[in-house]
T-cell receptor, first 113, second 111 residues
């Protein structure tokens, strides 16, 4: 999960396993959440998003779960591949009309062949 | 596809220099953002703009200014660069949705 400080949380999985990356968000008024993937040397890329009126959303090989009761978000990656190795960020929009996102610190996913 | 480009991938400047980082997006997005990214600290918002000539401070605006004279271009300015501004700088843009599209980043080193 996310944490403060200089050390990035890490998750190491075997190729073919399922991965679960967790994120705790801070603002109970947030109504939109998004997961980004950032590969080394590149900018973050959109993976999947979810609105607060949903608790689950599925994409291709990815599922996002939202638990508003405990302010928790998770990203599940099925059949993890070496190309999934990256830093994953969750972000929340705290409402309002300015479309600002607040990002988590990120989790480094390493997929072992 | 949305494209966000940044003027430089790598930049080396000296303390006290004035530094301009340029960002251009080609999808007519209203909103543009500048972040810095440091190890273990994630992305922190410096400034954002929701329209031409409009700007708002983000979470860490000190030591930075911005300019948005045209809709497609958002510039980040370091008036007098300092070593603690060594970082990865990321530009992003969005329309009236929350999804932000990011550029490749500029790695700035201030000596």
């Amino acid at each position: 999960g996310e944490s403060v400080g200089l050390h990035l949380p890490t998750l190491s999985v075997q190729e073919g396993d399922n991965s679960i990356i967790n994120c705790a968000y801070s603002n109970s008024a947030s109504d939109y959440f998004i997961w980004y993937k950032q590969e080394s040397g590149k900018g973050p890329q959109f993976i999947i998003d979810i609105r607060s009126n949903m608790d689950k959303r599925q994409g291709q090989r990815v599922t996002v779960l939202l638990n508003k009761t405990v302010k928790h978000l998770s990203l599940q990656i099925a059949a993890t591949q070496p190309g999934d190795s990256a830093v994953y960020f969750c972000a929340e929009n705290s409402g309002g009309s300015n479309y600002k996102l607040t990002f988590g610190k990120g989790t480094l996913l390493t997929v072992n062949p | 596809d949305v494209k966000v480009t940044q003027s430089s991938r790598y930049l080396v400047k000296r303390t006290g220099e004035k530094v301009f980082l340029e960002c251009v997006q080609d999808m007519d997005h209203e909103n543009m953002f500048w972040y810095r990214q440091d190890p273990g600290l994630g992305l922190r918002l410096i400034y954002f703009s929701y329209d031409v000539k409009m700007k708002e401070k983000g979470d860490i605006p000190e030591g930075y200014s911005v300019s948005r004279e045209k809709k497609e271009r958002f510039s980040l300015i370091l008036e007098s660069a300092s070593t603690n501004q060594t970082s990865m700088y990321l530009c992003a843009s969005s329309r009236d949705t929350n999804e932000q599209f990011f550029g490749p980043g500029t790695r700035l080193t201030v000596l």
